[in-house]
């Protein structure tokens, strides 16, 4: 019985009315607070046990990992049977008027490489390109693109808006096999290595690697066979007090380069607005002016008295007429896009004794 009194007792020491409990953490304050030091630990024990609270009850935000993870959900589809819920509905996380949603803006970015090809393929010319803006694109040489472009060759100002080309996979020429030859001689004619010619996957050549009339073969890097080009100077008479020129060329029109000179465009193309000013580049007299729809278009060509002679093309409008003398930086017509062009420019070549050379050389 007495053993029974003892665990009453006990069990009563631990299961204390809340009253009893607070009177006596009272009692407690009040005894520590007449011990400074036992004051000082009361206050930071009390100051630890709210951060330790604090914690405990944020363990929903602040994740135990080291890198916290988040969960990207997408906002649900709402049809028109759909229920929409109410703002209660939407509470989530730690609280608010709406979920606590963390939504990701998706902004893919991909780089398309250029696609391995080995078999040629056709283009058709869009506005305001020319033979040096395409071979670029396709990562072939320019020469390339003349070689196997028909008239191209002679003169690259015959590419025309909507023109159709073949365009070759790498740098070379396409050959059409004809009697008699050979994987041989058509290494030599380019001055390619067969081995290139056999190997190369796009020419679907087996052993014993034989040819047939009209096959068509891609002799990677080949080379045509340069053909001498002869040009005729103007050879009229010079019209009596027509002015001479001065041999130090201005530009002939504001604009921006679109095509330089190089090998097969033994000229400059300067692009700019239709209906912009074209002007003399030099003194001298207007030697021709005509027409060409499978090249120049309207063009006229003034010879400066000097040797030196320069060449306008696919005007819009020609404001002189042949004989007639001009002055440096005087208004000829005016830019258009006329015969084979896919857009206003002026192309513009210098002369000297019936030779085409390099415009940059005098302009300034």
């Not at 305001?128 to 990562?139: L, R």
């Not at 390339?144 to 808006?161: H, I, R």
């Not at 499978?294 to 093309?313: M, S, V």
């Amino acid at each position: 019985m007495a053993a029974d009194d003892e665990l009453m007792e006990h069990s009563d020491q631990h299961t204390m009315l809340p009253d009893e409990a607070w009177t006596k953490l009272r009692l407690a304050w009040r005894r520590a607070g007449r011990n400074s030091w036992l004051h000082r630990l009361a206050l930071h024990l009390a100051f630890l046990v709210v951060v330790l609270a604090g914690l405990w009850m944020g363990r929903t935000v602040v994740s135990d990992n080291s890198a916290p993870t988040v969960v990207v959900s997408p906002p649900p589809t709402l049809s028109a049977n759909t229920h929409t819920p109410q703002s209660e509905e939407l509470v989530g996380g730690i609280g608010g008027e709406t979920a606590d949603l963390l939504l990701c803006a998706v902004i893919p970015h991909t780089t398309i490489p250029r696609r391995y090809r080995i078999d040629p393929i056709t283009y058709t010319v869009q506005p305001g390109e020319n033979v040096s803006s395409i071979a670029e694109q396709f990562g072939v040489s320019v020469e390339t693109l003349l070689w196997n472009n028909g008239n191209l060759e002679d003169n690259p100002d015959y590419l025309g808006l909507g023109d159709v080309l073949t365009i070759l996979p790498v740098s070379g020429v396409y050959h059409t096999v004809v009697e008699d030859d050979t994987l041989e001689s058509i290494a030599q004619q380019y001055k390619a290595n067969v081995e290139d010619i056999i190997n190369y996957e796009g020419n679907y050549l087996q052993e014993p690697y034989t040819i047939t009339v009209g096959q068509r073969l891609i002799v990677p890097g080949g080379r045509k066979p340069y053909k001498v080009r002869h040009v005729v100077s103007w050879s009229g008479e010079i019209p009596a007090g027509a002015k001479r020129g001065t041999g130090i060329f201005g530009w002939p029109m504001s604009g921006w380069i679109s095509q330089r000179y190089h090998e097969y465009h033994p000229a400059v193309d300067i692009a700019g607005p239709k209906g912009t000013p074209i002007k003399a580049a030099d003194s001298g007299y207007v030697a021709v002016v005509g027409r060409s729809d499978t090249g120049y278009g309207r063009y006229l060509l003034i010879d400066h008295g000097n040797g030196f002679q320069t060449l306008y093309a696919h005007f819009g409008v020609i404001f002189v007429k042949v004989g007639q003398s001009v002055g440096k930086g005087q208004t000829i017509g005016l830019c258009g896009s006329t015969g084979k062009s896919t857009g206003p420019h002026v192309h513009f070549e210098i002369k000297l004794n019936g030779v085409r050379r390099n415009p940059l050389i005098y302009l300034k």
